[in-house]
Every structure is written in structure tokens, then in C-alpha cells.
């Protein structure tokens, strides 16, 4: 047969090797560029190393503590810290750092369900507000402008005044006084976004104002939601703390950081750990939550970025 060899006949026919155009990249998923570039944030990773050490303590709290929150122990009232109660123990002989570890978990409950609340809340009417204009956005910012009248923890005050005291009616205050902060945010995001070209070409092209919403700018604005979630969550803490210093938050008979302090103002002078150590969970804790903010706005906003 006209031009066989013995060399063809072996060697195998390899492809040619397929050569990457130059200067063309393989592109990240955007989730694995956020994580990354959050990995290499120190601040934002030691408030993200805070919160989770103060969740896991708030979750493994019966496990954790050494006594029951509400133990007593008559014959060790306001003793200083030992080998026995390593916070020492308050005026009813109950283990300090056993009310901190639940205590924690009334804080986080609080925190997490009214800055969900005012998300939603506020979300809607900004979103609402920006998108569609009008009557419907003179009204809503001008309610929102109401409730920033107020400072946030007279407002509260006063809502709890009217509602009574309980965890319940607590949640409820503090979500409705971190509302306007969600509606503004949501409101200028959503005014910047409705007038760039790719949510006039949708329109142009016949999407509805609800795929435009869903598809275009809710998801062009959850980075400074986020954002303001961890902002929130610090404030509403330190909101619950200050409400129930005040006797309208949480029960005497619960665990909490800002009861704690209330029932050890009497005698701080002369046994002053029982106000000293929940109040440095108040603090770690909103300290984690704003060092977690910082790290999440330096990732999220490009122009910090750059």
C-alpha cells in the first residue's frame, strides 16, 4: 500500500494540543472571589471568629454552662470569681458565667428576629418607594421620616409603653425602630438602579415591572443590605440590653445581659463583678458584629475594593 511505514503503523495519532487564546482568563464564581477576598479581610474575619465563638456558646449553652441559669446557691452570694464559679456569683448565689452563656442566647434571639423584621419591613417600603414613585413614595418616606424623628431607644421606650413589657413586644420595638434605616437604603439603591441601561432595555423589551424587581434589582442590592444586617444586628442588641436594663424587656426570671446589669447597679460599688462581666459580653459581642461590618463593606463595595 502506497505510503505505509513502519513508523505510522506504531505510533499512536495524538490530538494537537489546544492553546488558550492570550489574555483570556478563566473567570471565578463570584461567591468564591467573595469568600476569598473576605478570608484576606483580618477585620472583617476576627468579627466573623467573635460572632461565631459567642453563637456557639449561645447554642451549646446546656452543655456549656456549669449550672443551671437560674441555680442558686445560698451559702455562696456575691462571691468574687474562684475555682468553683469562675465568674463568680450574683446576690442570689446564681453562677454568673452560666447566665452569661444563656443570656446570649435571649440577645441573639432578639437581635436576629427584629433586624429580620425590619428588613422585611423596611425592604418593602423602600423598595416600593423607589420603584414605583409617586403618592406611594411621599407616603411611605414620610412615615419613615417620623420614626427618625425619634431616637432609637426613646421610640423604643415609648412602644413598649404602649404594648407592654415581654420578649414578644421587645422584638417588636426594635424592629419597627430599625425600619426606616432598611426603607432609605433600599429606597436610594433602587432610585440609582432604575435608571441604568440595563433595567431600561428590560422594560424596553417587554419584562414586567415584577421580573424587572426579581430579576434585575433585588439582587443588584443585597450587598449593602448585608451590610446594614450587620450593622443592625449590634444596635438591636445593644437596644434589648438597654431595655431590659430598664425593666421593659426580658422577665427578672430570664437570663439577661441588660437585666444582669440592672440587678448589680445596687451594689457595684462594693462587689462589681456581676456588672462587669456582662457587660464585656455586650461589648465583645457588638464588637464582633460591627468588626464583621466593616470586613463585609470593604469586600462588597468596589470602589473600597479598589
Not at 475555682?83 to 441573639?108: C, K, N, P
Not at 425590619?118 to 420603584?131: D, R
Not at 468588626?291 to 469586600?299: A, E, Q, S
Amino acid at each position: 500500500m502506497a505510503g505505509w511505514t513502519l513508523e505510522s503503523a506504531t505510533e499512536p495519532r495524538l490530538p494537537a494540543p489546544t492553546v488558550a487564546a492570550p489574555g483570556v482568563a478563566r473567570t471565578e464564581q463570584p461567591w468564591r472571589a467573595l469568600l476569598r477576598r473576605l478570608l484576606r479581610n483580618h477585620i472583617g474575619m476576627t468579627g466573623a471568629v467573635i460572632v461565631v465563638i459567642c453563637v456557639g456558646v449561645a447554642v451549646l449553652a446546656p452543655i456549656l454552662a456549669p449550672y443551671g441559669p437560674e441555680e442558686t446557691h445560698p451559702n455562696w452570694r456575691l462571691y468574687p470569681p474562684n475555682e468553683y464559679f469562675v465568674f463568680g456569683t450574683d446576690e442570689f448565689g446564681r453562677d454568673i458565667l452560666s447566665r452569661i452563656m444563656y443570656g446570649a442566647q435571649v440577645s441573639l434571639e432578639v437581635g436576629l428576629i427584629s433586624v429580620s423584621l425590619a428588613l422585611v419591613a423596611g425592604g418593602l417600603s423602600g423598595l416600593i418607594a423607589g420603584f414605583f414613585g409617586g403618592w406611594s413614595d411621599a407616603v411611605i418616606m414620610r412615615c419613615m421620616d417620623v420614626l427618625f424623628a425619634f431616637p432609637a431607644i426613646l421610640l423604643a421606650i415609648g412602644i413598649m409603653a404602649v404594648l407592654g413589657t415581654g420578649i414578644g413586644n421587645a422584638i417588636l420595638a426594635i424592629g419597627i425602630v430599625y425600619a426606616p434605616a432598611f426603607a432609605r437604603l433600599t429606597r436610594a439603591s433602587v432610585l440609582s438602579l432604575k435608571q441604568m441601561e440595563f433595567v431600561q432595555s428590560a422594560r424596553v423589551l417587554g419584562s414586567g415591572d415584577s421580573r424587572i424587581l426579581s430579576r434585575h434589582v433585588l439582587p443588584n442590592i443585597t450587598a449593602p443590605l448585608i451590610v446594614q444586617i450587620s450593622f443592625s444586628l449590634s444596635t438591636a442588641i445593644l437596644t434589648e440590653a438597654a431595655l431590659s436594663f430598664l425593666g421593659l424587656g426580658t422577665p427578672p426570671s430570664v437570663a439577661s445581659w441588660g437585666s444582669m446589669l440592672s440587678a448589680s447597679r445596687r451594689f457595684v460599688e462594693l462587689d462589681p463583678w456581676p456588672a462587669i462581666f456582662p457587660g464585656l459580653a455586650i461589648m465583645l459581642l457588638v464588637l464582633g458584629f460591627n468588626l464583621f461590618g466593616d470586613g463585609l463593606r470593604d469586600v462588597l463595595d468596589p470602589r473600597l475594593r479598589a
